[in-house]
């Protein structure tokens, strides 16, 4: 081995160490961010991790993560000692976290033979009888941005669930000596854990009602027979873990009382929602706009308007036609209460309230309502924004990106001979295709980012605040990656590429912006595909 080989090998060694950090540091966020309650018994574990982050990447000379992990240190300095994150500086806390996700996903240390992944805080569980099968469940996996392993003995698998509860299990429904001792194995370690672990259960023979029962009575939630490729597996194994996330949900109240609107603040607050208060009726129209809020609360009665009048404007907006209002009121006679609903309203909760009530009613509310969101938004197959939605939200960047003089790029991905996958494979497996891309896309790029089907096997992504050579850069690394899963087909496995065009705002319309986008993707097909382009700007 030469100088400059050994010199390599260092350099990719060195960074490692620093990414490796760098989860570490992203893991232990992920707990203090996920249970407000315990995040002080976190704080001195999260400000060593950062320490050490800082000293690692200033000592191997990887600057992006060096700056990200001093802003950390530097925002984790204003919290003190003892108390739970207040509002303000955890957001400021999570953009500078974003900002050290995205340099670990973006590898600067351009040395580095293999890209950073961004594992899950817990892992995945495999308990297959074929192990050929587990470890290429488990490549897969870890092309997905899952930390996977695999077990050969019951008694192995139990001792890991002690130590680290995992996200889910696949389990082999005879995993063991004799039959359903796969089964067996599921029900003596939920026996283990207050809330129960979602299984995924394999077999090779179609189990008898009483097995399937006794599955899902230890909390299998799918029971595949005859066993399924990874593709199908990865999708569910995505459903149970990365699908579960769900953001807080956003919620306006109006009440002319301050005290009971503080009250109603720290009631939503505690059960981990984001409220915005007001107590002036004439600010409704100002606090829809910045706010955008998921669920509104109206008093029935304030001065100079009542909330049957307020909820009528509400609905005049076309955006918020479908938001959920619920009245609140001391008024007990029924049909008044019926008659608010009539006009705009979704429900009526009487003073003085039950805050276990109160929250049980949002849950339901908002689930409906997301529900019903996604059915418009979103698209059917993938799960991602559609092509309306996505065209929304670039006219939202573009405005946002000329207010704060950022720049803004917009992308448009193209499946390579994608006529030709769903010819020889089938329509299924070309399915299978676009949603594996789409889990793809998600896994690698940040919360910020956006990304939409355009149609067919096109995607467009738009990225705010970010300069076209990192847009190019990242995508270009997606692409490298993605070219290199493996797509199983039944017994046969198939590689798939995809072609990119990425184009920076140029103080323009979005037609405009899309019609270069479109044309640099053009240009990569044009230089042979499998290849990312960047518009003259």
């Known amino acids: 081995m030469n100088d400059e080989s050994q010199k390599d090998k260092l350099r990719q060694h060195f960074a490692r160490r620093v990414t490796t950090q760098a989860r570490v540091v992203l893991d232990t966020w992920q707990k203090i961010h996920s249970d407000r309650k315990s995040s002080p018994a976190h704080r001195d574990d999260f400000t060593t991790a950062t320490d050490k982050l800082v000293r690692y990447a200033q000592r191997f000379e990887m600057a992006s993560h060096a700056d990200a992990g001093r802003k950390i240190l530097e925002l984790a300095g204003q919290w003190p000692v003892g108390s739970p994150l207040d509002d303000t500086l955890e957001r400021a806390l999570q953009d500078a976290i974003e900002a050290l996700s995205h340099s670990t996903l973006r590898r600067t240390d351009q040395a580095s033979s293999e890209a950073p992944h961004q594992f899950r805080r817990t892992p995945v569980y495999i308990a297959l009888a074929n192990e050929e099968i587990a470890g290429r469940l488990i490549r897969q996996l870890e092309f997905f941005g899952f930390r996977a392993s695999a077990f050969n003995a019951a008694e192995e698998l139990t001792e890991a ?315 270009n690394e997606i692409r490298e990656r993605f070219s290199e899963l493996q797509q199983p087909a039944g017994d046969r496995e198939f590689n798939v590429t995809f072609s990119c065009g990425v184009a920076v705002w140029n103080d323009e319309s979005s037609p405009a912006l899309c019609e270069r986008a479109d044309r640099a993707l053009y240009a990569a097909k044009e230089q042979g595909r499998n290849c990312v382009s960047l518009a003259e700007s």
Request: proline share 5%.
């Open 161 to 475: 669930c002690a130590l680290h509860k995992p996200e889910t299990i696949l389990m082999d429904v005879n995993f063991g000596d004799g039959a359903s001792t796969g089964i067996a194995t599921i029900e003596h370690l939920q026996e283990r854990h207050d809330t129960p672990i979602p299984i995924i259960f394999m077999s090779d023979e179609d189990g008898t009602i009483e097995t399937r029962l006794r599955a899902s009575r230890c909390g299998g939630e799918e029971f595949f027979y005859p066993a399924v490729d990874p593709g199908q597996l990865i999708e569910k194994i995505e459903t149970y873990t990365h699908g579960n996330t769900v953001e807080p949900y956003k919620v306006l109240v109006l009440d002319d009382s301050r005290a009971q609107a503080k009250y109603m603040e720290t009631v939503l607050k505690k059960a981990g929602m984001t409220a915005h208060i007001i107590t002036d009726p004439m600010q409704i129209i100002h606090a829809l706009e910045t706010f955008s809020p998921e669920i509104i609360i109206l008093d029935m009665y304030m001065p100079g308007c009542t909330g049957m009048e307020i909820a009528r404007v509400i609905r005049q907006q076309d955006r918020f036609h479908s938001v959920p209002i619920i009245y609140l009121s001391a008024e007990e006679d029924v049909s008044k209460q019926l008659h608010a609903m009539s006009l705009g309203g979704d429900d009526f909760l009487t003073k003085p309230i039950d805050p276990k009530h109160l929250i049980a009613t949002i849950h339901n509310r908002g689930r409906r309502a997301r529900s019903l969101l996604a059915l418009m938004i979103r698209d059917s197959l993938t799960g991602l924004y559609n092509h309306t939605h996505t065209l929304h939200l670039l006219d939202q960047e573009i405005v946002r990106a000329r207010q704060k003089g950022q720049s803004l790029c917009f992308a448009m991905i193209d499946i390579d001979y994608f006529k030709k996958v769903n010819d020889t494979f089938g329509h299924p497996i070309g399915d299978r295709v676009l949603r594996s891309l789409s889990m793809f896309l998600k896994q690698r790029l940040r919360k910020t980012d956006h990304i939409g089907r355009y149609g067919g096997e096109e995607f467009a992504i738009i990225l705010p605040d970010t300069r076209p050579s990192d847009a190019r850069n990242v995508l």
